[in-house]
């Protein structure tokens, strides 16, 4: 099953869309809803990506979710993936665009605005008919300058909307509109210096500054938005742009694009390695921090498998290319985290919820503001009266502008998930930030999570009749079929042992190193493999596995058994036609870090539970190796026992993670409450998990919850700082205790002070 039938139910495709014109939490509200009213279609956009992760049936065609995004007035076009890992995620240059078209705009308003401010604000400035020349200079500032939020508040009205545009459109077009009025109806007004000044009766200076604060704003957090995606931008150029291909004997250069599975690929020191594959000669020690976030290089040779975007550090390295283009292991970790970032917590689908209606609310305060304000003027009603009115309804309406509100959870996601990726942890989705926030216990499979996994053959114990040599070279005849990590320590221990056999000895291997064949071969999972070498049914696995097939160990055996379990080995059973016929012992270690990471671990209010198919013995002494307690040890756990240990575990309460590396640990990360996947682990393991760590160490399991949770307290911050401010700022403008230009400063201040805050995660774990 490929990964996207894996993540899609079929019937359905996933499209991505650009989308321009959004401003607001208010403007993604309508277009989720909009294509939410196509059959069967689910929309989840994204205000700083400007995009639409979208989930489309069979019978919706792309052209009918571009036209639907476009009746709500916004411009759409469907993004189409590249083949490439470097364009799982095109550039996406809108930010730049949008920061640069405002450039101009915001140079004039400021030139502008600048006069206007002073000659109204500071007599000394003022001269006759002063008030003219305000209106003139504050002329292109309200109209070419404000030109974008009158453009999008007139789409919007339009389809029957409103969005923040709308509040800043109709407060600065009020301003001016006001003051125009009162000019023209008084032409004199201004004839002598000084007999406005600080009255309020004409209100040029604070179109002005209001649409300067404003652009600036809007300008700041473009520039803003840019940098925040600039994470998995640079994760996508992580990929190599060309390879060195050997065909037909000669090294040919080719573009990185146009790798084929099979290719056998020319690395050299410090060069990139082009795409994923298989080394298929040479040795070298390849650097992985790139892509894991490990700082250790990785010893590799023939056999090993080795990430594209990683660094070839030694010597020359021939690979084989296994997968290209989309399928790439950097291509998926740009697509694993750009779907995270276009996706919504429930924590921001509640922000999504208030600004919808936060807009049309705020209208009526406004109007309700002004008809309070005279009222309470009472039949009296003066000029001044009318201006504290106007003056206090239009500070609400552009202290409103939920703009913080819409970016507070979508840029601390991007920024946050970004940084997960630059040091390999790959965030699935929001849901998961909430996750690791209530997380309480997490278990840890032992070996290659805890322990390096690099099992190897510490000794071979034959019972009476057998030597052994012969059970080593039987089990590792049978083994050779297997993919389990025990089973390829036992084979290689029996190539080698083969290797190294006298030629013409009675182990018939030599001066060959290949084992003999096997057939028949079946494996229980949990249990053993067994299969029939050279005319001889061979068996190997848990004694309690030989047993339920019916070959017990007596009591010699059994003690035999026992002592090498409680030196801390694992203890492989074999039986041949039937019989006892020795033990192998196997011997993991502990990896240099597993102790600090657990006591890290503990530190964020977890309990680490050790979980390993393998004997209580070892898993003793692992677990006090790290500092986990013994009471927290199962031990003797089969793959199916992994989903139980999780569900007793939630059964009693306890929030569950689940840090695994292999398709047997997926069951048990789906059912965790967060699974975590480690190291560049199996597909079915990454597709199981909500997290997944691309390195082995098991520090970056903690990392990931740190970062998780860090993010997630961002967004809180940003979320609270965003309601703060309207709560606080809506009551005081409509009292008449805000003068709308600080209000406007203030609204463009929330919004760069939430992103500013949101990109502090770019420096977590530096």
Same mark, same amino acid.
């Given at each position: 099953?490929?990964?996207?039938?894996?993540?899609?139910?079929?019937? =359905?495709?996933?499209?991505?869309l650009?989308?321009?014109g959004?401003?607001?939490?208010?403007?993604?509200?309508r277009?989720?809803?909009?294509?939410?009213?196509?059959?069967?279609?689910?929309?989840?956009?994204?205000?700083?990506?400007?995009?639409?992760?979208v989930?489309?049936?069979?019978?919706?065609?792309?052209?009918?979710?571009?036209? !639907?995004?476009?009746?709500?007035?916004?411009?759409?076009?469907?993004?189409?993936?590249? !083949?490439?890992?470097?364009? @799982?995620? +095109?550039?996406?240059? %809108?930010?730049?665009?949008?920061?640069?078209?405002?450039?101009?705009?915001?140079?004039?308003?400021?030139?502008?605005?600048v006069?206007?401010?002073?000659?109204?604000?500071?007599?000394? /400035?003022? #001269?006759?008919?002063?008030?003219?020349?305000?209106?003139?200079?504050?002329? +292109? $500032?309200?109209?070419?300058?404000?030109?974008?939020?009158?453009?999008?508040?007139? *789409?919007?009205?339009?389809?029957?909307?409103?969005?923040?545009?709308?509040?800043? %459109?109709?407060?600065?077009?009020?301003?001016?509109? /006001?003051?125009?009025?009162?000019?023209?109806?008084?032409?004199?007004?201004?004839?002598?210096?000084?007999?406005?000044?600080?009255?309020?009766?004409?209100?040029?200076?604070?179109?002005?500054?209001?649409? !300067?604060?404003?652009?600036?704003?809007?300008?700041?957090?473009?520039?803003?938005?840019?940098?925040?995606?600039?994470?998995?931008?640079?994760?996508?150029?992580?990929?190599?742009?060309?390879?060195?291909?050997?065909?037909?004997?000669?090294?040919?250069?080719?573009?990185?694009d146009?790798?084929?599975?099979?290719?056998?690929?020319?690395?050299?020191?410090?060069?990139?390695?082009?795409?994923?594959?298989?080394?298929v000669?040479?040795?070298?020690?390849?650097?992985?921090?790139?892509?894991?976030g490990?700082s250790?290089?990785?010893?590799?040779?023939?056999?090993?498998?080795?990430?594209?975007?990683?660094?070839?550090?030694?010597?020359?390295?021939?690979?084989?290319?296994?997968?290209?283009?989309?399928?790439?292991?950097?291509?998926?970790? @740009?697509?694993?985290?750009?779907?995270?970032?276009?996706?919504?917590a429930?924590?921001?689908?509640?922000?999504?919820?208030?600004?919808?209606? #936060?807009?049309?609310?705020v209208?009526?305060?406004?109007?309700?503001? #002004?008809?309070?304000?005279?009222? $309470?003027?009472? +039949?009296?009603?003066?000029?001044?009266?009318?201006?504290?009115?106007?003056?206090?309804?239009?500070?609400?309406?552009?202290i @409103?502008?939920?703009?913080?509100?819409?970016?507070?959870?979508?840029?601390?996601?991007? =920024?946050?998930?970004?940084?997960?990726?630059?040091?390999?942890?790959?965030?699935?989705?929001?849901?998961?930030?909430?996750?690791?926030?209530?997380?309480?216990?997490?278990?840890?499979?032992? =070996?290659?999570t805890v =322990?390096?996994?690099?099992?190897?053959?510490?000794?071979?114990?034959?019972?009476?009749?057998?030597?052994?040599?012969?059970?080593?070279?039987?089990? &590792?005849?049978?083994?050779?079929?297997?993919?389990?990590?025990?089973?390829?320590?036992?084979?290689?221990?029996?190539?080698?042992?083969?290797?190294?056999?006298?030629?013409?000895?009675?182990?018939g291997?030599? +001066?060959?190193?290949?084992?003999?064949?096997?057939?028949?071969?079946?494996?229980?999972?949990?249990?053993?493999?067994?299969?029939? *070498?050279? &005319?001889?049914?061979?068996?190997?696995?848990?004694?309690?596995?030989?047993?339920?097939?019916?070959?017990?160990?007596?009591?010699?055996?059994?003690?035999?058994?026992?002592?090498?379990?409680?030196g801390?080995?694992?203890?492989i059973?074999?039986?041949?036609?039937?019989?006892?016929?020795?033990?192998?012992?196997?011997?993991?270690?502990?990896?240099?870090?597993?102790?600090?990471?657990?006591?890290?671990?503990?530190?964020?209010?977890?309990?680490?539970?050790?979980?390993?198919?393998?004997?209580?013995?070892v898993?003793?002494?692992?677990?006090?190796?790290?500092?986990?307690?013994?009471?927290?040890?199962?031990?003797? $756990?089969?793959?199916?026992?992994? $989903?139980?240990?999780?569900?007793?575990?939630?059964?009693?309460?306890?929030?569950?993670?689940?840090?695994?590396?292999?398709?047997?640990?997926?069951?048990?990360?789906?059912?965790?409450?967060?699974?975590?996947?480690?190291?560049s682990? !199996?597909?079915?393991?990454?597709?199981?998990?909500?997290?997944?760590?691309?390195?082995?160490?098991?520090a970056?399991?903690?990392?990931?919850?740190?970062?998780?949770?860090?993010?997630?307290?961002?967004?809180?911050?940003?979320?609270f700082?965003? /309601? #703060?401010?309207?709560?606080?700022?809506?009551? *005081?403008?409509?009292?008449?205790?805000?003068?709308?230009?600080?209000?406007g400063?203030?609204?463009?201040?929330?919004?760069?002070?939430?992103?500013?805050?949101?990109?502090?995660?770019?420096? /977590?774990?530096?």
């Amino acid at each position: 099953m490929s990964h996207q039938e894996l993540l899609h139910p079929p019937g =359905t495709r996933i499209v991505e869309l650009d989308i321009e014109g959004m401003t607001c939490a208010s403007c993604v509200n309508r277009v989720e809803k909009k294509l939410g009213k196509l059959d069967g279609v689910a929309a989840t956009v994204n205000l700083p990506l400007e995009s639409a992760y979208v989930t489309v049936p069979e019978g919706i065609t792309d052209e009918q979710l571009t036209s !639907t995004v476009e009746a709500a007035g916004y411009k759409a076009r469907v993004r189409h993936r590249s !083949t490439t890992g470097a364009g @799982a995620r +095109p550039v996406d240059p %809108s930010a730049e665009v949008h920061a640069s078209s405002l450039r101009p705009r915001l140079a004039a308003a400021a030139v502008l605005t600048v006069p206007v401010f002073l000659v109204s604000m500071v007599p000394a /400035f003022q #001269f006759p008919h002063w008030g003219w020349v305000a209106a003139v200079l504050a002329l +292109p $500032v309200v109209t070419w300058a404000a030109w974008p939020f009158h453009q999008a508040a007139a *789409v919007n009205a339009r389809h029957l909307a409103s969005t923040m545009d709308t509040l800043v %459109s109709l407060g600065v077009a009020a301003a001016y509109s /006001f003051s125009a009025w009162q000019l023209l109806a008084d032409p004199r007004m201004t004839e002598h210096p000084g007999m406005e000044g600080m009255s309020g009766g004409l209100y040029f200076e604070v179109a002005a500054v209001v649409t !300067t604060f404003l652009l600036l704003g809007r300008y700041l957090e473009a520039n803003a938005k840019q940098k925040a995606g600039d994470a998995l931008q640079a994760l996508l150029n992580l990929g190599a742009k060309d390879a060195t291909v050997l065909r037909g004997g000669r090294e040919e250069k080719i573009p990185a694009d146009g790798l084929q599975v099979g290719d056998v690929l020319v690395v050299r020191p410090g060069e990139k390695i082009a795409t994923d594959g298989v080394v298929v000669d040479g040795a070298s020690a390849v650097d992985a921090s790139l892509v894991t976030g490990e700082s250790v290089p990785v010893e590799v040779g023939p056999d090993s498998r080795v990430t594209g975007a990683t660094i070839n550090t030694s010597g020359r390295l021939l690979v084989r290319a296994t997968r290209v283009g989309s399928e790439t292991t950097l291509a998926q970790m @740009a697509r694993l985290v750009s779907q995270a970032q276009t996706g919504k917590a429930p924590i921001a689908r509640l922000a999504d919820r208030i600004s919808a209606v #936060f807009v049309p609310v705020v209208l009526a305060i406004a109007a309700l503001t #002004f008809v309070l304000w005279l009222l $309470v003027a009472g +039949p009296g009603a003066d000029g001044s009266h009318l201006r504290q009115a106007f003056t206090a309804a239009v500070a609400v309406l552009v202290i @409103a502008c939920p703009c913080a509100l819409g970016l507070a959870t979508p840029v601390g996601l991007l =920024t946050g998930t970004g940084r997960g990726a630059q040091l390999g942890i790959l965030i699935k989705g929001p849901q998961v930030l909430e996750d690791t926030r209530t997380v309480d216990t997490i278990l840890l499979d032992k =070996t290659g999570t805890v =322990t390096t996994g690099a099992l190897a053959v510490d000794a071979t114990a034959a019972f009476p009749g057998f030597q052994d040599r012969d059970v080593l070279r039987l089990a &590792g005849a049978v083994e050779a079929a297997s993919e389990h990590p025990v089973a390829h320590a036992i084979a290689a221990a029996a190539v080698s042992a083969a290797r190294l056999a006298p030629a013409g000895d009675d182990g018939g291997t030599s +001066p060959s190193v290949h084992l003999p064949p096997v057939q028949g071969f079946s494996s229980a999972p949990g249990g053993g493999v067994s299969g029939t *070498v050279e &005319g001889s049914h061979v068996m190997a696995g848990r004694s309690s596995w030989l047993q339920q097939n019916g070959i017990a160990l007596d009591g010699g055996q059994q003690a035999q058994l026992a002592a090498a379990e409680e030196g801390g080995a694992t203890a492989i059973c074999v039986a041949v036609d039937g019989t006892p016929a020795g033990i192998i012992s196997l011997r993991d270690s502990v990896k240099e870090g597993s102790a600090a990471a657990v006591a890290r671990l503990k530190a964020l209010g977890l309990r680490p539970i050790l979980l390993t198919g393998d004997n209580a013995a070892v898993a003793a002494q692992v677990a006090a190796a790290v500092g986990i307690a013994a009471d927290d040890v199962h031990a003797g $756990v089969l793959p199916e026992g992994k $989903v139980a240990a999780v569900r007793e575990l939630q059964a009693d309460g306890a929030t569950v993670a689940m840090a695994g590396d292999g398709v047997n640990d997926a069951a048990a990360l789906a059912q965790a409450d967060l699974g975590i996947a480690m190291g560049s682990g !199996t597909d079915v393991a990454i597709e199981a998990a909500d997290l997944t760590v691309m390195g082995n160490d098991l520090a970056q399991v903690a990392q990931a919850i740190e970062l998780s949770r860090k993010t997630l307290g961002t967004i809180k911050t940003n979320l609270f700082w965003a /309601f #703060f401010y309207n709560a606080v700022g809506i009551p *005081v403008a409509a009292l008449g205790l805000l003068n709308p230009m600080i209000a406007g400063a203030a609204m463009a201040a929330s919004s760069v002070l939430v992103v500013a805050n949101s990109l502090r995660l770019r420096s /977590f774990g530096k």
